[in-house]
């Protein structure tokens, strides 16, 4: 049986697939799905968050952690749009 101190960097280091900036692309009015796993931190205003019955408010010094395959919908506010910096990883 292989064990995790058998397995090489490649095989347990996680890969970023993509980095941005976020801060006025918004999803409101339709629900979004990534396949992989998605970290968005917030540094600066205020961004909303659903996910089925789940429903949370961004702002600044949060982390949202947005596991696979989970759909969801996603904006920035009208009175105070968020900043947010994001990355995809597998």
């Known amino acids: ?3 995790v101190f058998n397995m090489t ?7 970023v697939h993509d980095v941005g900036l976020q ?3 918004s999803w409101r009015t339709k629900v979004r799905r990534i ?4 970290f968005l931190y917030c540094f600066q205003g205020i961004a909303h968050f659903v996910s089925g019955s789940f429903t949370c408010t961004i702002d600044r010094r949060c982390l949202l952690i947005i596991p696979p395959n989970t759909p969801h ?4 506010d009208a009175n105070d749009p968020a900043e947010l910096y994001w990355f995809h990883l597998d």
């Open 23 to 25: 801060h006025s692309d």
């Open 1 to 3: 049986m292989q064990g």
């Open 9 to 15: 960097l490649d095989q347990i280091n996680p890969v």
């Open 35 to 38: 396949y992989d796993h998605q």
């Open 73 to 76: 919908s996603f904006w920035v």
